[in-house]
């Protein structure tokens, strides 16, 4: 069976104010509703393993929404972190924060993991996907360039690998291209298959 004739008798709710998520899931034909934006404490306990921090907010952010679920309802949570040299690196919060996190990044392997969540009124559950990436060695000017003009903000480790850093600047990855954009869909959609 078809994803898509499964979710007819349901309602997606991606709870994210990502353009990517929405643009991952339209892409892979997954219908959707998107919800309000809503307020989520994203801190999370400072012991806890860094590979389990995405999973962890994913759930938070679930536990979160303010919406009481229908019958019919799945709501889709998610949180994508960058993790190299053993430390996450969020988004930045300015110019300065983005040149240093690719600076950090410049000519090392980091891995990408993006935890998802899906609940109904009596389901949960939750599933992490993680990518390793390897940028090549970029320059100043390199670096410079594209935070100038993609000003990466809003972006995990501040970058994004559909954008011009990844086509000049990827020299490999292993694990989902998806998943570094912040959704793994194909995980997903198996996920939704099954719920």
Same mark, same amino acid.
């Given at each position: 069976?078809?994803?898509?004739?499964?979710?007819?008798?349901?309602?997606?709710?991606?709870?994210?104010?990502?353009?990517?998520?929405?643009?991952?899931?339209?892409? @892979?034909?997954?219908?959707?509703?998107?919800?309000?934006?809503?307020?989520?404490?994203?801190?999370?306990?400072?012991?806890?393993?860094?590979?389990?921090?995405?999973?962890?907010?994913?759930?938070?952010?679930?536990?979160?929404?303010?919406?009481?679920?229908?019958?019919?309802?799945?709501?889709?949570?998610?949180?994508?972190?960058?993790?190299?040299?053993?430390?996450?690196?969020?988004?930045?919060?300015?110019?300065?924060?983005?040149? @240093?996190?690719?600076?950090?990044?410049?000519?090392?392997?980091?891995?990408?993991?993006?935890?998802?969540?899906?609940?109904? !009124?009596? !389901? $949960?559950?939750?599933?992490?996907?993680?990518?390793?990436?390897?940028?090549?060695?970029?320059?100043?000017?390199?670096?410079?360039?594209?935070?100038?003009?993609?000003?990466?903000?809003? !972006?995990?480790?501040?970058?994004?690998?559909?954008?011009?850093?990844?086509? $000049?600047?990827?020299?490999?990855?292993?694990?989902?291209?998806?998943?570094?954009?912040?959704?793994?869909?194909?995980?997903?959609?198996?996920?939704?298959?099954?719920?």
């Amino acid at each position: 069976m078809l994803l898509h004739d499964k979710l007819k008798n349901y309602r997606l709710i991606l709870a994210s104010q990502s353009p990517r998520r929405r643009q991952l899931l339209e892409d @892979a034909d997954i219908e959707f509703t998107l919800a309000p934006r809503f307020e989520c404490d994203e801190s999370f306990p400072s012991e806890l393993p860094v590979a389990e921090v995405a999973e962890y907010l994913s759930r938070l952010k679930s536990e979160a929404y303010p919406e009481p679920l229908g019958e019919s309802d799945i709501l889709l949570t998610a949180d994508t972190v960058v993790i190299a040299e053993g430390q996450i690196l969020g988004k930045p919060a300015d110019r300065a924060e983005a040149i @240093a996190m690719i600076t950090l990044l410049s000519g090392r392997d980091h891995e990408v993991v993006t935890g998802t969540t899906l609940r109904s !009124k009596d !389901k $949960v559950q939750s599933f992490s996907v993680s990518s390793k990436v390897r940028f090549r060695v970029l320059d100043t000017e390199e670096i410079e360039y594209y935070v100038d003009r993609y000003r990466p903000f809003d !972006k995990a480790g501040a970058y994004g690998i559909q954008e011009w850093i990844g086509y $000049v600047g990827i020299e490999r990855l292993e694990g989902s291209f998806y998943n570094v954009m912040g959704l793994p869909v194909q995980r997903l959609y198996c996920e939704l298959k099954g719920f």
